[in-house]
């Protein structure tokens, strides 16, 4: 496990998010730099509403960012089971969800050996690289487009480039322990379980056992 580096600044916090950053993603940096919250690790925000993804530095500042693809099926909770389906092939409908919440993120391989960044272990969530095949085409597609319904593509997990996972993701987030948070559907407006107080721990937190 790495040694946690220094919490965010107000200033890193502030300062990166000038390009292309949502309110919710602005607001949630600022959280995570007023609090700590992610103990001196590099940290990932998801926003659904985006489809987008941002990976930054322990420090709060920004490494990267870009569009992301997500599960095709809109929910921001963890069907139990999800992970033992995932690896029999028997996915149902309603598993194919990107949950959300705060989790503790972990580098590690899947079952064929490639290696990934685990969000959520027993449940088979994870961000990884857009793998070849015969969709690769059509995934790449939805990428490209600016809007973020065509990004609803995968099975739950956060599927970003290629080029993406291995300059920003792995060099970060694949060599350490890392926390990814992940909006809920609605955003972080008022009436949604994350309203109060910014706080993503209102929704269950996941550690990596």
Same mark, same amino acid.
Request: hydrophobic content about 35%.
């Given at each position: 496990m790495a040694t946690p580096g220094p919490a965010p600044s107000a200033d890193a916090a502030d300062s990166p998010d000038a390009s292309g950053a949502s309110? /919710?993603?602005q607001r949630l940096v600022r959280w995570i730099a007023d609090t700590g919250d992610n103990?001196?690790?590099p940290f990932v925000l998801v926003d659904k509403q985006a489809a987008s993804l941002r990976v930054y530095r322990a420090d709060g500042s920004l490494a990267g960012a870009t569009t992301v693809l997500l599960g095709r099926t809109r929910g921001d909770l963890t069907q139990p089971g999800v992970g033992e389906r995932t690896q029999t092939g028997h996915l149902l409908p309603e598993d194919l969800t990107t949950p959300a919440g705060r989790f503790e993120s972990a580098p590690g391989r899947n079952r064929v050996g490639e290696d990934v960044v685990w969000v959520d272990h027993a449940a088979a969530l994870a961000i990884h690289r857009l793998r070849p095949g015969a969709s690769q085409a059509e995934r790449l597609r939805r990428l490209?487009?600016?809007?973020p319904e065509d990004n609803r593509a995968s099975a739950g997990c956060m599927v970003v480039p290629v080029s993406f996972y291995l300059k920003v993701v792995q060099p970060l987030l694949g060599q350490q /322990?890392?926390?990814v948070y992940i909006l809920p559907e609605r955003g972080?407006?008022?009436g949604t379980q994350w309203a109060d107080n910014l706080s993503p721990t209102h929704l269950p937190a996941v550690?990596?056992?």
């Open positions: 309110a /919710d993603q103990h001196g690790h490209a487009s600016v809007t /322990d890392g926390v972080m407006g008022e550690a990596l056992k």
